[in-house]
């Protein structure tokens, strides 16, 4: 079983606020990704990262921030919140050399 | 433009009544295609990677198959547990994933 983690798990927050969301893995992966899932709708890649201090935004960058200064932790920042973000946000990794994908439990946020 | 499909959106299966699943796709180069169950609430489980046409896997009850242009997921004497949102995901030349939007299996006792 992977072992990838996020934090929280629900998140009920106000517009205009700032939050980061959390996601660590213990597999020792290289790649690191987030993304964005509606109800009924595809996945869509916000930003990944291939290592640390390496970052890139997805084809939804969503207004949001992320950092790897830790092989293990990737957190994922949105500076202020607005409903359009209500979404469900989803963490993966996986080796650098083998691409399929291992993910977290994900985050389910609700912007009011 | 890269994209894929998956049909049907929803299927409902008597327990033990085999069905497939199908993906098909349009990317630039394919470098991998692959096959997740998600639950509800929870984050996509993997469960197989194809890389060529003609490629086969199998893991209990499913198994996925491989063409140029599109794939299938072949559930053989589905049981109730197997209920879930399969997704198909490729990666063509390049960094991205592609999503599609799943298939929801019920099966039913």
């Known amino acids: 079983e992977a072992d990838i983690y996020q934090t929280p798990r629900y998140l009920v927050i106000g517009t205009g606020k700032k939050i980061t969301l959390e996601c660590s893995q213990t597999?020792?992966?290289?790649?690191m990704y987030w993304y964005q899932q509606d109800p009924g709708m595809e996945l869509h890649l916000i930003h990944y990262?291939?290592?640390?201090?390496?970052?890139e935004k997805g084809d939804l960058s969503s207004e949001s921030t992320v950092s790897r200064i830790r092989t293990e932790h990737f957190p994922l920042t949105l500076e202020s919140a607005r409903p359009s973000h209500t979404s469900q946000y989803l963490c993966?990794?996986?080796?650098?050399?083998?691409?399929?994908?291992?993910f977290g439990p994900g985050t389910r946020l609700t912007v009011l | 433009e890269d994209q894929v499909t998956q049909s049907p959106e929803a299927l409902r299966l008597q327990e033990g009544e085999s069905s497939s699943l199908n993906c098909s796709y349009t990317?630039?180069?394919?470098?991998?295609l692959f096959w997740y169950r998600q639950d509800p609430g929870k984050g996509p489980e993997f469960l197989f990677t194809?890389?060529?046409a003609g490629e086969e896997k199998e893991k209990e009850r499913l198994k996925a198959t491989l063409t140029k242009k599109e794939s299938f997921l072949h559930i053989t004497a589905p049981k109730p547990e197997d209920s879930a949102t399969y997704l198909c995901?490729?990666?063509?030349?390049?960094?991205?994933?592609?999503f599609g939007t799943g298939t929801s299996l019920t099966v039913i006792p």
């Open positions: 993966a990794s996986s080796r650098r050399a083998v691409n399929e994908q291992f």
């Open positions: 194809l890389y060529s």
């Open positions: 990262s291939y290592g640390v201090n390496s970052t």
């Open positions: 597999m020792g992966h290289d790649k």
């Open positions: 995901a490729v990666q063509p030349t390049g960094n991205q994933f592609y």
């Open positions: 990317v630039s180069g394919l470098r991998g």
